[in-house]
Nanobody, 118 residues
Framework: QVQFVESGGGLVQPGGSLRLSCVASGSSFSIYAMAWYRQAPGKTRELVEGITNIPSGSRTNYADSVQGRFTISRDNAKNTVYLQMNSLNAEDTAVYYC?????????WGQGTQVTVSS
């Protein structure tokens, strides 16, 4: 049974930082490319940043709006993928999800809310 559990969201002021975590259950985590996605109010879900599987573990930035501010990483020993978010602004307010890339619909979790506001 594959399950992704996101955490680390919260309320942060503009210019602040957050680090999101996503723990994956099930086996074979390391062989899949992973990504962080987000859905802002009234908008469709978008892919924020992805990371390939072993052996390269290379980041793949998909959203121009986060380039230079967000960094995805993974720890295959912990079945965990992270998203370090810096210089946050109001447009980053959304529910953030992790999933494989491409994302099977049946694996979407609850996500973690990120709110950027003063």
């Amino acid at each position: 049974q594959v399950q992704f559990v996101e955490s680390g969201g919260g309320l942060v002021q503009p210019g602040g930082s957050l680090r999101l975590s996503c723990v994956a259950s099930g086996s074979s985590f390391s062989i899949y490319a992973m990504a962080w996605y987000r859905q802002a109010p009234g908008k469709t879900r978008e892919l924020v940043e992805g990371i390939t599987n072993i052996p390269s573990g290379s980041r793949t930035n998909y959203a121009d709006s986060v380039q230079g501010r967000f960094t995805i990483s993974r720890d295959n020993a912990k079945n965990t993928v992270y998203l370090q978010m810096n210089s946050l602004n109001a447009e980053d307010t959304a529910v953030y999800y992790c999933n494989r890339n491409p994302p099977p619909a049946r694996y979407w979790g609850q996500g973690t809310q990120v709110t950027v506001s003063s």
